[in-house]
């Protein structure tokens, strides 16, 4: 029995994790009780000392306690300075010198750790067979490498990872007979008592270690964007950016900053290359948002062939009066007002004063000539969409919604410095019918106009419908306050929605403006009305063939629809409340295709979901929003953009045309060669965004951003970016489920990750056994990350999981930055009660797995969407207290969304923790407490990404081991 | 024996009706020959100050054929308490409430000067009374203002129980929602679309809530109507609301760019007002009201495109088969008023503007339903805002006079049989063994229906005597008619009518004189011109013309009196002395000559002449004029071009206008302001008569005549010329300027315009027919062929030869 096995080496942060050691899984077995039986836990010991020890890189640390394992401890060091060590792109990711390879096991404060293996290790693993199987394959884990010992026994076994899909076989004893130690030949590490049976988990790479690393290596001092080609830090990564020429990674990242020169080798690489491009990014307050210039009368200056905005990369020749355009190398000349002399170096003279020769990202004050019909646009509108159903007033909504209304729109967006917002407001309710509502100033009475056509969708009023705030407050506070006295007794359950689309973008047609829909509504479309739906919910289709129709929209009307508000400008933004399958795949087409959002509250209640829906509704009425948008991406030759995710709409190959943008949409561009690149000049990109903003003036948004070219495969590999490349991933996979099937989607994922890291074992790294695994140091997170993807609900549905969840997921991960895409897929998981109370930081995070929890501990865990606080079963009485204010662990009541407010220093922190993190994310993450052992724990385990999910998805060691597979037979 | 005229007068009085024959001629053979059919003016709800209602319900006749009531003309056995009817004999018993009658005793309805009596229903809960309120938002401001003043007034006029409603359209159509308090709400309709009644029910969500409240609530007392209806409430309680809501009524505020009329919807507008009172109140009083400052430009039922540089039809366009909208316009107009007919509401239409707002399509609206047709140039006039408070005048008892749902049923004894009925009203398809199978007007029905009706309704009703001429008529035998109009009266009550009234028969051989004295040229005018009118609404105007002239020259050749080759012995009894006069007129008459009317004052026209009664309709085929002048009281004069003196002030009524000319002396006198002095009182007094007088006819008609007072030289002065004679402008082969008008002497000598048609009708009757005819009627017919033909000749034109 390999009890030092199963008590973890505890990554730097780690837990001791008695019930469930090494194999993570076993907690699904459904016997808990029996491995671990709550009272059988050691009391929690509160926070040690040497924890705090934990940073110091390649210092060990001490067992602080002496009951701490002794045994496994060496086998996975990890010493934070070999990351260092290996930094941005060394060559050398393969096998390396012994320092590296130490982990220091940590702290390891609970005492009755070493007792609990014992007794759980044959519950743990009966679910999967026989005990040992996992155990084999072991990792150096700085190396990267899997034993390569393992590789013979895998063919007879054949099916090991059959298990990908739902059907998982017992694991096979592959592995069984080698002895661990043995394939650690090269491995120095401190001593181990027991070679290992199986993949240590711990020793496999740790996302929660690399952004850590890269959190001290980076986060200290600016990004500096002038020089080419440069990786940025990673998105979880606090740091600032100094612009001086590139733009900023808030605005552009790539999956590579290093592009192949040739095509082949893009091919052979199998690098996706893509930037994800957030043009109108949110910036911390310390960063300066782009400068705006103005060229008067006669517009930006531009390349007369590609059109290409004047940048910091073009040339100026001749003693400044011509410049080489740097996409298409065209000869420009520069305009006489334009002209300026060149210094000794070629850079003009006031290269520093004008910031479209020196910043990476700026403004052009438009010309009448980039406006529709030649006219400079009027402000943009927001018109409140109200359903007004019974559903919707029974669940106390739309009361809700119009008090907050009243106070809301003193906040809309506004430009700069202005005194108040240019944009005008309106309001309409339906049900089966729309109302609108004439709020003109000069009225003592709002004034409510019925349209029961909805067949034939019209605006019944000019004058009073789109009003100005400040101007109507009297009526429309007037309006709002009878909104829901009008409709307290309806009987009204039915409603349309394509009408309403219809309705608000002909209003914005009629007021010839921009603008933005806000809809509320709450159910299935069934009334009589063009858009029209019917309930097509069928769990059966899941795993068919048929799958992707549940993701199809299920009429074409709504594509026809979004057209129409695209061409007008009309950005829809969507908030649904239902109580039942509202066919999210359908309702979301015209926002996803406008720019817009969605949101989603299932079952709302006001009691319950109020702060959720109030502050997602004030953050999305008052983010600065961009309107009747079109982007173009530029290149310089030699690579081209092929194509874009995203929320938009695309009338040709090249236009991405966004109704409206705001800053927290993303738009993920992918590039392919049509030519050879120049290692020299590199390659650049431009991405153009023409928008009206929110005071109706009409802008040019430039973000320039130069990459490196390279002509050695291992360059492409140093400077990737693991997060950005599942960024395009997930968003290539999720596109994908709609016209494949899920297993199909899954399998491309896996194959060409497998080439990618197959590619790279051929090409770059040394030379080593066939057997090992060698990973590149900046795409070692990439098999974890693939898995938390393959298992996203949208892949691999649990049975909890509805089809209207999916589709709003399918759809949210489309426009999704890399930031939210990292914590998406793999959620952060927060110790509260490890660090002491005073430590102002945010603890540091642990891996997602079951294993890493401690019943004496309370978790945070949040992945952008949900929050949990997950209560350890033994949590010290004092704790329970002080947060939650009851005396006991069994009087927390499950499912509580909110903590109570009291005054002591852990509740404030915790608080005060939950509050930074919803700060950091732009939808408000609901809390739900879970307890140990409690039914919502399911809900719970299931964003533990590294164990196996109950719908299927494999471990993170399971799927290592299978990724490995896959590239020993790619190799082979 | 009292006169003709006497008996004619106080049959007038006492029954509203006036007939062409007094004295019928006994078969059909020569009843077809005596040219003017047997009909007869009914007014049916004459006012009769003298005729309270009675309370009980009447006695009918037990045959289900017949059902006629019991009336004067019934043999009653007092003994056996049985009844005979007079129209087929049936003997009935009396109801038991009867059995106290005797010869001494007799209810009401058996008394002869109870010939129409009127009996109130009490059966049935009263449904109020319903204004449904179409307005035009596409105004002039002012218009607008002076048109919301006009509604704001009319709302203090109604019944406090009345249900009032509001539609308001330009480019859409708002059906206001009253009910509510704090917000207005409306239903806001596309101006485009065509929708049924159906879906405007739907959309206006009328369809179902009321059902299920009530059966949750079984015991509650029956206010379903009150329920259903959000757009329709009791003027009392939402009075403040409606008030205020017509003072907020904006302008449409859909830009009009240059160059285009304002999109205006009332095709749509008047849908969902029928639709809404279809699906609320059926078979209830209602009256809808619109109010429209111009054509209808878009949707259904529209008349005209919003480009200005494309003008309303004309009368050429329509010749010319060049009206595009005309067609679909009308029946778009038709399926409206058919469906209102049959729903028992009526439509008024009020259409103020300068250029032509499409009455021509809608008249039908107004036509078919009983409604008022009103037009003027704008809503901030006198005529209007005047003309719309006379709508709401009240009679002598304090109530409405106005009547709704009224059905008009004919029996008539087995000689005679029903042809038709020319008036505001529709057919309600009832056969029957007295309905004819020939059809003047309206016909193959006994019964009619007529949604909207004043006092003053009139319709003409025609008859065919079907006795057989080889099956005598007993003498002293007598046919009778029973007229039995159920309405509802404004004061919410149902209410019958029963006018049953006999003529003696007469052996048209034996008895000519007999039937020719009490004929009633007046009423055979009025009734002829119907029957032209009517024709004139489908066939070409010349061969309704031609029609008419032979009608004339018929009737001439039966009863007047000719000595061969002496076109002076040429002679009419008085009885028919006036007739080709009117005849005269009548083919003047803007109902019959359409040039220099637009379509749409010749759908006016026509509008009112099929509704009003004998005297009205008479004016309006031959207005009057009367001379003011020092040397004695104003008298009538010719309608003449020799009338006009300078010394003279002239009032002219054509019913549509009061004109007051001053001559040009009369004229000087003023300017030099003679009237102020006080030497020159009488002057003063002679400029004041005319005013008064006008004033005096002014108050009593509707709708508001145009008063025009202008003088000799003055542009209005049109209206006056246009309508005298021109004898002294047209050096005609006869002297015009020496025949004096033949109103003037009614009772005396024999007029010279008289003789004049004499001559042309002896002429006509010994030579070359048309030609005679043709130069006998000189400028008449030049004048028409000029509208006609537009090329302004009209000699030796195959068309005037062809008359006959």
Same mark, same amino acid.
């Given at each position: ?972 | ?325 005309? #067609? ?355 002057? #003063? ?120």
């Amino acid at each position: 029995m390999n009890v030092n096995q199963s008590a973890p080496p505890v990554p730097p942060f780690g837990q001791p994790q008695p019930v469930y050691p090494g194999y993570h899984q076993s907690g699904y077995g459904g016997q808990p009780g029996s491995t671990a039986p709550p009272t059988s836990y050691g009391a929690y010991n509160g926070p040690v000392p040497g924890y705090q020890q934990t940073p110091p890189p390649g210092v060990s640390r001490a067992p602080p306690s002496s009951e701490a394992p002794p045994a496994s401890t060496a086998q996975a060091p990890c010493g934070q300075a070999a990351y260092g060590q290996f930094g941005q792109g060394d060559v050398q990711n393969g096998p390396s010198s012994t320092v590296q390879m130490q982990r220091f096991p940590g702290s390891q404060p609970f005492g009755s750790v070493p007792l609990a293996p014992v007794v759980s290790q044959p519950a743990v693993l009966q679910p999967f067979g026989p005990p040992p199987t996992s155990a084999q394959v072991t990792a150096q884990l700085a190396g990267m490498q899997i034993s390569g010992a393992v590789a013979p026994a895998l063919p007879p076994v054949g099916l090991g990872y059959g298990s990908f899909g739902p059907a998982r076989g017992p694991q096979p004893n592959y592995g069984s007979p080698y002895p661990g130690a043995s394939t650690f030949g090269s491995q120095p590490g401190p001593p181990q008592p027991l070679p290992p049976k199986r993949l240590d988990p711990d020793a496999i790479p740790s996302p929660i270690q690399v952004i850590e690393d890269d959190r001290n290596n980076r986060g200290s001092e600016p990004f500096v964007t002038g020089v080419r080609g440069q990786v940025p830090p990673l998105v979880t990564t606090n740091f600032l950016v100094k612009d001086q020429g590139n733009a900023s990674p808030r605005y552009i990242r790539c999956t590579s900053y290093n592009i192949p020169c040739t095509s082949d080798m893009a091919k052979q690489a199998q690098v996706p290359l893509a930037a994800v491009i957030k043009p109108l990014a949110r910036l911390p307050p310390e960063e300066a948002s782009p400068y705006v210039v103005d060229h008067g009368e006669s517009g930006p200056l531009r390349c007369n062939r590609c059109k290409a905005y004047m940048c910091p990369f073009m040339q100026f020749i001749e003693g400044g009066r011509r410049f080489q355009c740097c996409f298409c190398s065209c000869i420009n000349d520069v305009p006489p007002q334009y002209f300026q002399h060149l210094d000794h170096t070629g850079k003009r003279v006031d290269a520093y004063d004008r910031p479209e020769l020196s910043l990476g990202s700026y403004e052009f004050l438009a010309t009448v000539d980039y406006c529709k019909n030649n006219k400079f646009p009027s402000p943009p509108a927001f018109i409140f969409m109200i359903d007004v159903s019974y559903n919707a007033i029974r669940s106390g909504l739309v009361r809700l919604l119009c008090e907050e209304l009243k106070s809301l729109l003193d906040f809309l967006p506004r430009e700069g410095g202005a005194e108040e917002s240019a944009i005008r407001v309106g309001f309409v309710t339906y049900n089966k019918v729309l109302h609108f509502y004439n709020v003109k100033s000069s009225l003592a009475q709002p004034q409510m106009m019925v349209v029961s056509d909805v067949a034939d969708m019209f605006v019944p009023l000019l004058d009073g419908f789109l009003v100005n705030v400040s101007e109507s407050r009297a009526v429309i506070t007037s309006l709002l306050d009878q909104i829901p006295e009008m409709f307290a007794d309806t009987r009204e359950t039915e409603t349309v929605f394509a009408p309403v689309i219809q309705a608000g973008m002909e209003a914005l047609k009629a007021a010839e403006c921009a603008g933005k829909l806000f809809l509320f509504h709450t159910s299935l479309p069934i009334a009589e009305a063009p858009g029209k739906l019917k309930n097509r919910d069928d769990r059966k289709l899941i795993n068919t063939d048929k799958e992707k129709t549940l993701f199809q929209p299920q009429t074409g009307a709504y594509q026809t629809l979004a057209k129409e508000c695209v061409a007008q400008g009309c950005c829809v933004d969507l908030f649904l409340f239902p109580n039942q399958y509202v066919d999210v795949a359908t309702l979301s087409v015209v926002p996803q295709l406008t720019g817009g959002s969605v949101y989603k509250y299932a079952c709302f209640q006001v009691e319950n979901d109020q702060e959720r829906f109030l502050s997602d509704l004030r953050r999305d009425v008052q983010k600065v929003v961009g309107f009747d948008a079109v982007m173009r991406v530029r290149t310089s030759t030699g690579i081209r953009a092929v194509d874009f995710f995203g929320a938009f709409y695309m009338s040709n190959t090249t236009d991405v045309e966004l109704a409206g943008l705001d800053g927290d949409k993303t738009v993920t561009v992918e590039f392919k060669h049509d030519d050879r690149l120049n290692e020299e000049s590199g390659a650049l990109l431009q991405c153009a965004l023409l928008y009206t903003s929110c005071a109706g003036q009409r802008r040019l948004r430039i973000h320039n951003l130069a990459l490196n070219c390279c002509t050695q495969l291992a360059d492409l590999y140093r400077n990737c970016e693991t997060d950005t490349l599942i960024n395009y991933m997930a968003k290539f996979a999720y596109r994908g489920v709609l016209n494949s099937p899920v297993k199909t989607v899954r399998d491309t994922l896996i194959t060409q990750c497998a080439q990618i890291l197959a590619c790279y074992r051929k090409n770059c790294a040394s030379p080593s056994s066939a057997g090992q695994l060698i990973l590149p140091e900046c795409m070692k997170l990439l098999p974890v990350y693939l898995n938390c993807v393959l298992k996203s609900d949208v892949l691999q549905p649990g049975a909890e999981v509805t089809t209207d969840d999916r589709a709003y997921v399918r759809q949210l991960v489309t426009s999704m930055d890399v930031a939210e895409t990292n914590v998406f897929f793999y959620p952060r998981l927060l110790p509260l009660t490890k660090s002491p109370i005073e430590s102002a930081t945010e603890p540091p995070a642990v891996r997602a797995s079951e294993e890493r929890l401690s019943n004496g501990d309370i978790y945070l865990l949040e992945n952008g969407l949900n929050l949990f606080l997950w209560v350890g079963a033994s949590v010290q009485q004092g704790v329970v207290q002080s947060l939650f204010s009851v005396s006991s662990f069994s009087q927390i009541t499950s499912g509580l969304s909110v903590l109570p407010v009291l005054d002591n220093p852990l509740s404030k922190k915790v608080r005060g923790l939950i509050d930074s993190l919803r700060a950091q994310r732009s939808r408000y993450m609901k809390l739900i407490v879970v307890k140990q052992e409690d039914k919502l724990e399911m809900l719970f385990k299931h964003f533990l990404v590294e164990d196996k999910s109950l719908s299927g998805g494999a471990s993170y060691v399971d799927f290592l081991c299978h990724m490995h597979k896959e590239i020993r037979q790619l190799l082979s | 024996m009292a006169t003709y005229l006497e008996f004619i007068q106080q049959n007038e009085e006492r029954d509203g009706v006036r007939f062409s024959w007094n004295v019928w001629p006994s078969s059909r053979l020569e009843a077809t020959r005596m040219v003017v059919p047997l009909a007869c003016l009914l007014t049916p709800l004459k006012e009769r100050p003298d005729l309270p209602p009675v309370q009980y319900e009447p006695v009918l006749c037990s045959r289900p054929t017949c059902k006629a009531i019991l009336n004067p003309l019934c043999q009653v056995d007092y003994r056996a308490k049985l009844w005979a009817c007079n129209f087929c004999f049936q003997r009935n018993q009396f109801p038991p409430a009867y059995t106290g009658i005797s010869e001494v005793n007799q209810p009401a309805e058996l008394m002869p000067q109870f010939s129409t009596i009127e009996y109130v229903i009490q059966r049935g809960a009263p449904s109020p009374l319903i204004f449904l309120y179409v307005v035009d938002t596409c105004l002039e401001e002012d218009d607008l203002q002076a048109l919301k003043e006009s509604l704001q007034m009319s709302l203090s006029l109604l019944p406090p129980d009345a249900l009032v409603g509001l539609i308001t359209f330009g480019r859409m159509v708002q059906v206001h929602e009253l009910s509510c308090e704090g917000i207005s709400k409306s239903y806001v309709f596309r101006g485009t679309k065509d929708l049924t009644a159906k879906q405007i029910q739907d959309m206006l969500g009328l369809t179902k809530p009321a059902m299920p409240m009530q059966q949750a609530r079984p015991g509650q007392p029956q206010e379903h109507p009150f329920v259903s209806s959000r757009f329709l409430q009791p003027i009392h309680k939402i009075d403040m609301n409606l008030t205020d809501l017509l003072g907020e009524l904006q302008r449409d505020p859909w830009p009009v760019t240059q160059g285009k009329r304002p999109l205006r919807s009332t095709g749509v507008a008047l849908s969902i007002a029928v639709g809404l009172l279809e699906g609320t109140f059926p078979n209830t009083g209602a009256r809808i009201m619109l109010f429209t400052g111009g054509p209808p430009t878009q949707g259904p039922g529209m008349v005209v495109g919003d480009e200005l540089k494309v003008p309303i039809r004309s009368w050429h366009d329509i010749e010319k088969d060049n009206a595009r909208f005309m #067609k679909k316009a009308t029946k778009h107009y038709e399926m409206l008023a058919n469906r209102t007919a049959t729903n028992g509401h009526c439509i008024d239409i009020y259409a103020c503007a300068l250029d032509q707002t499409g009455l021509l399509e809608m008249k039908c609206c107004a036509n078919l339903t009983g409604g008022h047709m009103v037009m003027g140039d704008s809503f901030n006039t006198s005529l209007f805002k005047q003309t719309f408070q006379r709508i709401f005048t009240k009679d002598f008892n304090g109530d409405f006079r106005m009547a709704f749902g009224a059905t008009l049923e004919v029996k008539t004894s087995r000689e005679l049989k029903v042809a038709g009925a020319i008036g505001p009203c529709v057919s309600l398809n009832v056969k029957g063994p007295c309905v004819s199978e020939n059809e003047l007007g309206v016909g193959g029905t006994s019964q009619w229906k007529i949604c909207g009706m004043d006092p003053t309704s009139t319709l003409g009703i025609y008859f065919e005597v079907v006795n057989q001429h080889n099956a005598p008529i007993p003498q002293g035998g007598r046919g009778a008619i029973q007229f039995v109009t159920q309405y509802q009266h404004s004061s919410t009550q149902r209410r019958i009518r029963v006018t049953t009234i006999a003529r003696n028969w007469a052996d048209a051989q034996s008895q000519l004189r007999h039937i020719e004295a009490a004929f009633d040229q007046e009423a055979a005018a009025v009734l002829m011109a119907r029957l032209g009118v009517f024709r004139a609404e489908s066939e070409e105007g010349p061969d309704v013309l031609r029609w008419l002239d032979r009608q004339l020259i018929r009737l001439c050749q039966k009863f007047g009196q000719y000595n061969k080759e002496d076109p002076t012995s040429f002679r009419l009894s008085d009885s028919f002395s006036l007739y080709p006069q009117f005849m005269f007129h009548l083919r003047r008459s803007p109902f019959l000559q359409v040039f220099n009317n637009s379509p749409d004052e010749s759908s006016y026209y026509r509008h009112h002449f099929a509704r009003q009664d004998l005297t009205q309709s008479l004016i309006m085929i031959q207005p009057i004029l009367y001379s003011y002048s020092f040397h004695g009281p104003p008298e009538p004069v010719l309608l003449d071009s020799s009338s006009i003196l300078a010394d003279r002030i002239l009032l002219m009524d054509t019913f549509f206008q009061i004109v007051i000319y001053l001559g040009e002396t009369i004229a000087q006198w003023r300017k030099a302001g003679y009237q102020d002095m006080p030497e020159y009182e009488n002057f #003063k007094h002679l400029l004041q008569a005319p005013l008064d007088d006008a004033q005096e006819i002014l108050q009593a008609r509707f709708p508001m005549p145009r008063y025009i007072n202008t003088e000799h030289g003055g542009s209005q002065a049109r209206f006056l010329l246009s309508k005298v004679n021109p004898s002294q402008t047209h050096n005609n082969l006869y002297a015009w300027g020496q025949v004096r008008n033949c109103q003037v002497s009614r009772g005396g000598g024999q007029a010279l315009f008289e003789k004049l048609v004499s001559k042309w009708i002896s002429l006509a009757l010994e030579t070359e027919f048309t030609q005679v005819f043709c130069w006998g009627w000189g400028w008449g017919g030049n004048f028409e062929y000029c509208s006609w033909g537009g090329r302004g000749h009209w000699c030796g034109s195959p068309a005037v030869h062809s008359i006959i």
